[in-house]
Antibody, heavy 125, light 106 residues
Framework: DVQLVESGGGLIKPGGSLTLSCSAS????????MSWVRQAPGKGLEWVGR??????????DYAAPAKGRFTISRDDSKNMLFLQMHSLKTEDTAVYYC?????????????????WGHGTMVIVS | EIVLTQSPDTLSLSPGERATLSCRAS??????LAWYQQKPGQAPRLLMY???TRASDIPARFSGSGSGTDFTLTISSLEPEDLAVYYC????????FGGGTKVEIK
């Protein structure tokens, strides 16, 4: 089965750092583009950032609130995705979901997020 | 940034009724529009992509339409398990989501 499992969430003080992990299984991880999406309590969904596969350049993109504070990395040998978060703010409090980008073909940009983990809660307080 | 506006905020319908959810984009997104379902306490699940294509294992009662700036998700005959918040999402530059429509079952 295709599966994503996040871990690493918890309670952290403002200004602190935290690293989230995502373990992937059931698909060819090293070819996948992966994203992090967060959801503040009682609020909607917010895309955080993306990691392209190494064969597609291995680059990352970030939403404005994450730029300069968050870093997405991956370990293809272990089928793992990471989200390093620094200088955390109270407004970063959210459930963080690991997701897989859906692309029509290998030359296409992602158009949806087709696999989601169960999420891990980060509380900055 | 492309802003997606969903309406209505809440839809309250009886089982068997037709649900029509709207998503409007602040500028054209072509057909690059996805829909997600988030049931209470669960992660979102992809329902539709490319505006009209059902994702794997999505029942046929869900359908999507639209292009450009106006899109619709239709649930042809509401089931009790369709109680959820539904989000639309576009992909231009970076993904953004609409604010969601909550579907309540009477």
């Amino acid at each position: 089965d295709v599966q994503l499992v996040e871990s690493g969430g918890g309670l952290i003080k403002p200004g602190g750092s935290l690293t989230l992990s995502c373990s992937a299984s059931g698909f060819t991880f090293n070819k996948a583009w992966m994203s992090w999406v967060r959801q503040a309590p009682g609020k909607g969904l917010e895309w955080v950032g993306r990691s392209r596969s190494k064969i597609d350049g291995g680059t990352t993109d970030y939403a404005a609130p994450a730029k300069g504070r968050f870093t997405i990395s991956r370990d293809d040998s272990k089928n793992m995705l990471f989200l390093q978060m620094h200088s955390l703010k109270t407004e970063d409090t959210a459930v963080y979901y690991c997701t897989r980008d859906h692309r029509r073909g290998s030359q296409d940009e992602p158009d949806a997020l087709d696999v989601w983990g169960h999420g891990t809660m980060v509380i900055v307080s | 940034e492309i802003v997606l506006t969903q309406s209505p905020d809440t839809l309250s319908l009886s089982p068997g009724e037709r649900a029509t959810l709207s998503c409007r984009a602040s500028k054209s997104v072509g057909t690059y529009l996805a829909w997600y379902q988030q049931k209470p306490g669960q992660a979102p699940r992809l329902l539709m992509y490319d505006a009209i294509t059902r994702a794997s294992d999505i029942p046929a009662r869900f359908s999507g339409s639209g292009s450009g700036t106006d899109f619709t998700l239709t649930i042809s005959s509401l089931e009790p398990e369709d109680l959820a918040v539904y989000y639309c999402q576009q992909r231009s530059n970076w993904p953004t989501f609409g604010g969601g429509t909550k579907v309540e079952i009477k």
